[in-house]
């Protein structure tokens, strides 16, 4: 209404060029403009509890009002005390996990935040950092944002997803800075070993890499799997461990995330005093949130149950993979922790050249969303991504309309 022809292009910043964030990407918008219209989408594409009707342990929200009056103003800079004293005694609890202090420990608005602030810190332009494939696509795209360049190891569908040891080793140049290891794995589901971390472990090692342990979905676990964090076996390494509210306590609305740093710190002072200078830039995180941290930490927890035979979680885990499994030309590794399925379509059944085309297709002829196994820096188009939030019924009527769906499509 106000025309005026001298207004300059305002293009992305080349910063930008390679971020990318494909679950919530053009397809997820798409999906958006659709609801508007005011068609009903089952929405598979983000694991956020919140949506299939997980609620938050009651006091948690009650602790959390309760924390209200006294919340308004800045906390300081590494988070408040109690939550930071609470996340110390939770590791305390963990079978060799190394000691550390409060000090050793920030909160920040979810671990997202957490991961862009340590890649800014840590990143020079072209230090590589070693990040799995598939990945949870933040670790690539804030390495790329810090001007790192991400340089993915394989992870190994016929092996359980398990990293590939000789891949990692394969990839290590003089650039080589840290190594990201997400376990439990999203997207794939998978839960390591001890003995496979182990051998992460002594290759972060021998090449002096910093590992950055994404543990976010250590304590959703199915059936007989066991947790390991790789802090716990790295105590002479210096290890960022990150993990939060948001999955295993289901307020990731909250935004409460916490990073602790263990190992020795002699040799990265700087590091670590850049990781609080860009604390302080930020002031601090939600400190509603912050105070939500003591109260979920302490006593009875909910997700255990859910994670059981009969809870929630592993029946909706158990249904999908053995329906994914049913359809012909698709194959699922059973997940052992997490909240996602990834499936496999054989190339040789379903020919999908591109598969954000393919979940595109699926979205405008079944109205269901899911995420493209590229968006997951996977080099391959044969795979997707699904949530197993939605109730069992919604997800064995999903996945059916998802096989009826692939019999008929072609690229
Ligand atoms: N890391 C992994 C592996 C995730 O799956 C997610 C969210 O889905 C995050 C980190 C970010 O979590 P938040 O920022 O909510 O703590």
Redesign the pocket.
């Known amino acids: 209404s106000h025309p005026n022809l001298n207004l300059r292009t305002l293009e992305q910043s080349d910063k930008l060029k390679n971020v990318c964030y494909e679950i919530r990407g053009p397809v997820h918008e798409h999906a958006a403009r659709m609801e508007a219209e005011g068609h009903r989408i089952l929405k598979l594409n983000i694991?956020n509890p919140a949506l299939f009707g997980f609620e938050a342990p009651d006091v948690i929200m009650r602790d959390m009002i309760h924390a209200l009056p006294f919340s308004q103003g800045y906390s300081d800079s590494m988070g408040v005390l109690p939550a930071r004293r609470a996340i110390v005694t939770r590791y305390e609890t963990i079978e060799d996990f190394p000691y550390f202090d409060v000090d050793d420990v920030l909160l920040g608005n979810?671990?997202?935040?957490l991961?862009t602030m340590t890649m800014q810190a840590l990143l020079n332009d072209g230090d590589e950092v070693l990040i799995p494939s598939p990945d949870?696509p933040?670790w690539t795209a804030m390495t790329a944002l810090s001007g790192g360049t991400p340089v993915h190891y394989r992870c190994d569908e016929d092996n359980d997803w398990n990293p590939s040891l000789e891949d990692i080793r394969e990839k290590i140049t003089s650039r080589t800075k840290a190594i990201v290891v997400?376990n439990p794995n999203?997207p794939t589901g998978a839960v390591y070993s001890p003995e496979v971390l182990k051998g992460i472990v002594d290759i972060a090692r021998e090449y002096s890499l910093l590992i950055l342990a994404?543990e976010?979905?250590d304590k959703i676990l199915y059936d007989d799997a066991v947790h390991t964090s790789i802090a716990s076996l790295a105590p002479d390494m210096l290890v960022l461990t990150?993990n939060?509210l948001?999955?295993a306590y289901r307020v990731?609305g909250y935004?409460a995330?916490w990073v602790v740093i263990t190992g020795p710190k002699g040799h990265a002072t700087g590091f670590i005093e850049g990781l609080r200078t860009l604390a302080s830039t930020r002031l601090c995180s939600n400190v509603p949130g912050q105070h939500a941290i003591q109260v979920a930490l302490g006593g009875y927890q909910s997700i255990d149950a859910l994670c059981a035979p009969g809870g929630r979680l592993h029946e909706q885990r158990t249904v999908t993979v053995d329906k994914l499994n049913e359809i012909p030309g698709v194959s699922c590794v059973t997940p052992m922790g997490a909240l996602y399925a990834f499936p496999r379509l054989d190339p040789n059944v379903h020919e999908i050249h591109d598969d954000e085309k393919f979940v595109q297709d699926l979205l405008l002829q079944e109205k269901i969303l899911v995420v493209q196994g590229s968006g997951f820096n996977l080099p391959d188009t044969a795979h997707f991504r699904i949530v197993t939030l939605p109730w069992a019924q919604d997800l064995a009527e999903a996945i059916d309309r998802i096989g009826n769906f692939l019999s008929s499509y072609r690229q």
């Open positions: 694991g979810g671990v997202s935040e991961i949870y933040l997400i999203n994404d976010i979905y990150f939060g948001s999955k990731c935004r995330g």
